[in-house]
């Protein structure tokens, strides 16, 4: 039973971080990525996302998402709320992959001798 705890409790970190690092980081690069968020960040109007490229010394890139409402056209700022909404959806999304995977390894039976039984003599 304490070792269903601690896949849990392990995993569900593992999963956050790495939910959050892909909806920012990959999010950045490809906004289109953050486009799961876009029904939960902007149910009342269009989801768009602007990208801007800076170059000077080194490349910088921007991604800004908005949020266009259908009625009055006014253009909203909504990339944090899309980063978070988008971190959480990645991570449950990798969360239900590493349980299973470790549900699937600690299905695998271990090849190490029980250890009640004698060792094995040689001949």
Not at 7 to 27: E, K, Q, R, T
Not at 54 to 76: H, M, R, W
Not at 82 to 107: P, Y
Request: proline residues 7%; hydrophobic residues 45%; contains cysteine.
């Amino acid at each position: 039973m304490k070792k269903t705890g601690l896949y849990f409790g392990c995993s569900s970190v593992i999963a956050l971080f790495i939910g959050f690092l892909f909806a920012s980081a990959v999010g950045a690069l490809f906004p289109i990525v953050n486009k799961i968020a876009a029904p939960l960040v902007c149910s009342h109007g269009t989801f768009q996302t602007q990208q801007d490229i800076y170059t000077y010394n080194d490349q910088l890139v921007t991604s800004t998402a908005f949020c266009i409402d259908n009625k009055t056209g006014e253009k909203q700022d909504i990339s944090t709320p899309t980063i978070l909404v988008a971190g959480l959806i990645d991570s449950v999304i990798v969360f239900i992959v590493v349980i299973i995977a470790l549900l699937i390894l600690d299905a695998i039976p271990s090849r190490k001798t029980p250890p009640d039984s004698p060792p094995k003599k040689s001949a």
